[in-house]
């Protein structure tokens, strides 16, 4: 079946400072990737999206990069705010549910001044 | 606002009790999705519907839970005979059609006394 594994945090980290946060996937067929991100008290929003090999999703200063070769979507930006802060979800949809997410179980990112 | 609205926000219930949770999402979408977050399972996939019809209820956890969508507009999730592990945040997507990029709500949070 299909999986997301993501690091577990938090990711603690000092303002200004490089962030990676690892995702590799399990799927049958060719998955599209997604990172999603939830603030603190709000929903689930939409950050990034690659739906095939090579492609770099970007947002908001955000990048990851679709990995076929190692099945791995990690999410990096290069310099973190505290407004960062959040918890951050690799997720895919492939077949035979292609119209579903499958979720990593998140990483909360930690971002001081 | 032009968003996924769910209601309540919040839901605290007794054991054994019937809840109902709503989902309205955005106009035009034809595509709906409840997921389930709890702390011990992350997201989980529920039900997809494609109009009114669900051609994905594969994760359902039981025969308590049941949904239905209406006009191709309104969902409505359905949990009979609560328990204790019924307690999580309930989210609901939308997507303009299949495949599309999903659109969280901001969830309903129901809590089994």
């Known amino acids: 079946g299909n999986s997301v594994t993501q690091m577990e945090g938090p990711v603690t980290l000092s303002e200004e400072a490089f962030l990676t946060i690892n995702c590799t996937y399990t799927?049958?067929?060719?998955?599209?990737l997604f990172w999603y991100v939830q603030y603190p008290g709000e929903g689930l929003q939409l950050l990034l999206k690659?739906?095939?090999?090579?492609d770099k999703g970007s947002n908001k200063g955000f990048e990851a990069t679709y990995r076929k070769e190692t099945t791995s979507f990690h999410l990096e930006k290069g310099s973190v705010q505290v407004s960062d802060s959040a918890v951050y979800f690799c997720?895919?949809?492939?077949?035979?549910?292609?119209?579903?997410?499958?979720f990593g179980k998140g990483t909360m990112l930690l971002v001081s001044p | 606002g032009a968003g996924v609205s769910q209601s309540p926000s919040n839901k605290v219930t007794e054991k054994g009790k019937d809840v109902e949770l709503r989902c309205d999402p955005i106009s035009g979408h034809t595509a709906l999705y409840w997921y389930r977050q709890s702390l011990g399972q992350g997201l989980e996939f529920l039900i997809y519907f494609q109009g009114n019809s669900a051609p994905d209820k594969s994760g359902l956890p039981s025969d308590r839970f049941s949904a239905e969508r209406t006009g191709g507009s309104v969902s409505t999730l359905t949990i009979q005979r609560t328990q204790q592990e019924d307690s999580a945040v309930y989210l609901c997507a939308s997507s303009l059609e299949d495949r599309q990029p999903q659109h969280f709500g901001d969830g309903t949070r129901l809590s089994i006394l």
């Open positions: 997720a895919l949809s492939a077949p035979p549910g292609y119209s579903t997410l499958t």
């Open positions: 690659a739906t095939k090999a090579d």
């Open positions: 799927a049958t067929g060719y998955p599209s």
